[in-house]
């Protein structure tokens, strides 16, 4: 892990600048997920460029019908915000589910999206909202940000700085978490916006998915009930030492029907 340099970023430029100067370079929000993998021997980057002083990625504005959260925003300030209870109360309680105090005091929203770990809340989060997230380069739909296990659309150079989610009519959040992490063993983000519904599971695949048949559904009866009869296959989810494929097949469909019964 040892060998790097600790480099704080003094605009989101010059991380930007960094990072296409040193391909083997990487930032550093609130260090949860990464130093973790260093210390595993799992990544090794040349540079840390540092984002915690960058204070304009910090923040949660309501403007309109969106919701921006800057990309270094806490778990622990979106726990808190009036502004995004008042909004979302969904997104409040998806983050104050996330693991323990110490990594929602620390870790970030931003952290969360790029590092894309399977089991993270937060893609489904974004994804069952239709959120969009904004880069120092581009605008990145959240169904398109997220592509496979770890990975990202992100480019070289490319630093994640907000994320906007439209404030929906409806939207509800569930999770059936590991006791000893509260990582999703499946977790499920339900949203309803004039004729539009989305429903997004993390925790069973490889990388976060819409329940197409589930969203039909809902479209013509807004009820948990409209979802009793369906399932995604086993064959196509995770089977690992926390739970298996049918089991989290079965998963899947109550934790979906928690989330439209937490609409409300
Ligand atoms: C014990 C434990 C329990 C946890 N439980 C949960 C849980 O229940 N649910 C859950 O969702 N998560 C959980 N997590 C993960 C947690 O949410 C982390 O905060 C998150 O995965 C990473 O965020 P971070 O800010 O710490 O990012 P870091 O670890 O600093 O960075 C992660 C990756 O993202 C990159 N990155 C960071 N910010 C940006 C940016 N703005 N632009 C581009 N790239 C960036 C970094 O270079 C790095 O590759 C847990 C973590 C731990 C240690």
Redesign the pocket.
């Known amino acids: 892990m040892y060998a790097f340099t600790y480099d704080p970023a003094a605009s989101v430029e010059e991380a930007a600048e960094k990072l296409r100067k040193s391909p083997d370079a990487?930032?550093?929000?609130?260090?949860?997920?990464?130093?973790?993998t260093m210390k595993l021997r799992l990544s090794s980057p040349s540079d840390l460029v540092d984002?915690n002083g960058l204070t304009e990625l910090s923040g949660i504005k309501l403007d309109g019908d969106t919701l921006t959260i800057g990309?270094m925003t806490r778990?622990a300030d979106v726990t808190a915000s009036g502004e995004v209870a008042g909004a979302i109360p969904a997104l409040t309680e998806l983050a104050g589910?996330?693991?323990?105090v110490q990594?929602r005091n620390?870790?970030?929203i931003?952290?969360?999206i790029?590092?894309n770990?399977p089991a993270?809340?937060?893609p489904a989060g974004l994804v069952g909202l239709g959120a969009t997230v904004n880069t120092n380069q581009r605008s990145i739909a959240a169904d398109e940000f997220f592509v496979s296990l770890y990975e990202t659309a992100?480019e070289n150079g490319e630093?994640?700085t907000s994320v906007s989610f439209p404030v929906p009519q409806k939207a509800g959040w569930s999770k059936f978490?590991n006791l000893a992490?509260?990582?999703?063993i499946v977790s499920v983000m339900v949203s309803m916006s004039g004729s539009s519904v989305r429903v997004a599971v993390t925790g069973a695949k490889d990388c976060v998915f819409r329940v197409g048949e589930m969203e039909q559904a809902l479209s013509g009866n807004f009820s948990p009930g409209a979802i009793d009869g369906i399932s995604v296959p086993a064959a196509d989810l995770n089977n690992d030492q926390h739970a298996d494929a049918e089991y989290r097949s079965h998963l899947i469909t109550v934790v979906a029907k928690r989330a439209v019964a937490a609409c409300g």
């Open positions: 990487n930032v550093l929000a609130g260090g949860m997920s990464l130093i973790p984002l990309a778990h589910g996330i693991g323990d990594v620390r870790g970030t931003g952290g969360s790029c590092f770990d993270a809340d937060y992100l630093i994640v978490a992490s509260r990582f999703a």
